[in-house]
């Protein structure tokens, strides 16, 4: 019967929920359970791992001091487009740059571009990573604009205020999973945007809280704890190798 269920491998959960829509039999959940933990085709194509507990960013004291940036994709006049979102949470202002493609390069000139107009801020917070701005410029950094230094209690009051509630209300289906450690084998989404399926690595290195090094088939993914999960082994599909499919990273 749990042969036939799980002809599709459509994962514990999904035929779980299958199978107590028509069938019973005692001890049913945890049958089928074990049978498809370490199902080598489900967890290839298995959904990203749990929402994780949303992180509130450093609280600001003036203007353009924090500011988060990332990459959205986005289409623009029927082309998809490129751009790159500074947001200031003092002002709740954000500022999106238009960028004709990824290179390191294009990116550094457009930051340099808004820097030498708004100046330079403290923190630049890129996706999960915080990275303080003066690593990514090599050098002093804040002329300019270090100068303002509006100590607003209220308004940062505020936006304490909101970072709690948003949090609070963010985090209410998720969970911490457990950290990763060194050499842990797991399952890793190279192209999470594009392509959900899983492949085999192993964690070279925890590179933030939320990101680890993962290598794959000799090459090295930076990926977070939503595409990089614990692999789910038993002592015979262990031996063998790391996939042998060989996958692109287009990073
Ligand atoms: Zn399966």
Redo the contacts with the bound molecule.
Sequence with gaps: MIEKI?TS?TGIENSLKLTKQNLFWPGMTREITEK?RY?E??QRHSNSSQKLPMMSSPIPEHPWQVIPMDVCFAEHQEKNRKILVFVDHYLDYFKASFLKDLKPTTVISCLKETFSRFGIPELLIFGHALSPVQRLMSRQTRQGLSSINLKMKDVTKNIEDRHKHSKLYCDRNTKSSPALSLRDKVNVQLKPNTDRVWSRGHVEQRSSERSYLVSQNGKHYIGNKVNVKLRQETEENSVSVESSESVNINK
């Design positions: 799980h491998h498809i199902c085709i489900c």
